[in-house]
C-alpha cells in the first residue's frame, strides 16, 4: 500500500469515530431515563437545618441543638442522663411557646420533674401508652379482681366501660357510651402495646404543628424495641423531613438506624476517689458524657466527638 493511501485512511478514521460519538451523544439525550440526570455542576448542597435548642449549654456547643426536619436518636443505658436531657430540652421548646409532645411508651414521666426542671405544661401533649393509663388497671369497690379494660375504656365510679360502642347508657347520673365491663384475662401483647405507640406517633407527625416530638422508649426490653421495622422508621423520617418539627427518639438502643440524621449516646460519668471499698461509698456527683455516634449535618464524615455536662438532680428517693 502506498503511503497516500495510508495517509487517507488515517485521516477518514476520526472522521468516523466523531460521527459515531455524535450518534451515541443524541441517542443518550433523547433516553427517557437519563431525564432527572442532572450534572454535577448543577447539584445544589443542602443547607443546614434549623436547630433545636436542647437547654444544655455543652451539648449546643457540639451539635448546635436538635435539628427540624430530621429524626434525632438519643441512646444510653438506664441512669445515663437520656431523662435530664429530655426534661431539658422540652423545657426550652415549651419555654420559647413551641407545643411538645411526649409519646411515652412505658408510661415513666414524672410530672413533678418536669415542673422542677421548667416544662410548661400547658405546652406539652403527653400521650401515655404504658401499663398504668392504656392498660391500666383499677379495682370496683364491689370487685376486687384484676380486670385490664381496653384501650378505648375509661373508669367512672370504679367501674370500667368501653366506649367503642354506640350504645348510650346511664351511670351514676353521668352519660356514658358502654357495652360491658371487659372479661377478665383479656391482657393486651408487648406487640399490641408497641403497635399502639407507633400508631400514636404516626398520627401526631401527619397532624403537624408541633416545635418536638419525643418518642420515649427508654423502659421497652430491647428485644421489643429491635422488633419495630426499618420502614416504620423511614415513614417517621420522610413525614417529618421539609417541616419545622424536629422528631427526637430516647431508647437505650439504637433503633432508629440510617433514617437518624443525628445519633447521640449519652453515659454516666463517676468520678470517686478510691479511699474506700466501692460498696462503701457514697455517691457525691455524677457528669454525663455525650458521644456524637453519627451526624449527617457536616458536609463531610464525621468522627466520634464527646462532651461532659451535668444535670441538676430533680427527685431523690
Known amino acids: 500500500m502506498s503511503s497516500l493511501a495510508l495517509n487517507n485512511s488515517y485521516t477518514s478514521l476520526p472522521v468516523s469515530f466523531l460521527d459515531k460519538k455524535t450518534v451515541v451523544l443524541k441517542h443518550i439525550a433523547q433516553s ?13 448542597v443542602r443547607p443546614r437545618p434549623e436547630m433545636v435548642s436542647t437547654g444544655i449549654v455543652q451539648l449546643d456547643a457540639l451539635t448546635g441543638g436538635i435539628p427540624r426536619g430530621c429524626l434525632t ?18 423545657a426550652s421548646v415549651t419555654r420559647r ?39 391500666g388497671y383499677r379495682a370496683s369497690a364491689k370487685n376486687d379482681q384484676t380486670r385490664v379494660p381496653h384501650p378505648s ?22 352519660q356514658i357510651i358502654s357495652k360491658n365491663v371487659l372479661a377478665n384475662n383479656q391482657r393486651p401483647t408487648a406487640n399490641d402495646s408497641l403497635e399502639h405507640v407507633l400508631k400514636s406517633t404516626d398520627l401526631i407527625l401527619q397532624s403537624g404543628g408541633f416545635g418536638l416530638v419525643v418518642l420515649d422508649l427508654a423502659g421497652i426490653p430491647d428485644k421489643f424495641v429491635r422488633r419495630i421495622p426499618l420502614a416504620s422508621w423511614f415513614r417517621f423520617q420522610r413525614t417529618v423531613e421539609h417541616t419545622k418539627t424536629a422528631l427526637m427518639v430516647v431508647s437505650e438502643i439504637v433503633c432508629a438506624q440510617t433514617c437518624a440524621a443525628l445519633v447521640m ?30 451526624s449527617r449535618l457536616e458536609g463531610k464524615p464525621m468522627q466520634s466527638v464527646k462532651t461532659t455536662f451535668s444535670a441538676q438532680a430533680l427527685r431523690a428517693g
Open 32 to 44: 427517557e431515563r437519563l431525564v432527572a440526570v442532572r450534572p454535577a455542576s448543577r447539584l445544589e
Open 73 to 90: 436518636e438519643v441512646c444510653g443505658r438506664p441512669s445515663s442522663g437520656k431523662s435530664s436531657m429530655l426534661l431539658a430540652t422540652m
Open 97 to 135: 411557646g413551641e407545643f411538645c409532645v411526649l409519646i411515652d411508651a412505658s408510661d415513666s414521666f414524672d410530672p413533678s420533674s418536669g415542673a422542677a426542671a421548667g416544662v410548661e405544661f400547658s405546652k406539652l401533649l403527653w400521650i401515655r401508652c404504658g401499663k398504668s393509663s392504656v392498660f
Open 153 to 174: 375504656a375509661f373508669f367512672v365510679g370504679g367501674e370500667a366501660f368501653d366506649f367503642t360502642d354506640s350504645e348510650h347508657m346511664t351511670h351514676d347520673g353521668q
Open 265 to 294: 449516646k449519652l453515659s454516666a460519668v463517676i468520678d470517686q476517689p478510691p479511699t474506700k471499698p466501692s460498696h462503701a461509698q457514697l455517691l457525691k456527683e455524677m457528669h454525663i458524657e455525650a458521644e456524637i455516634m453519627r
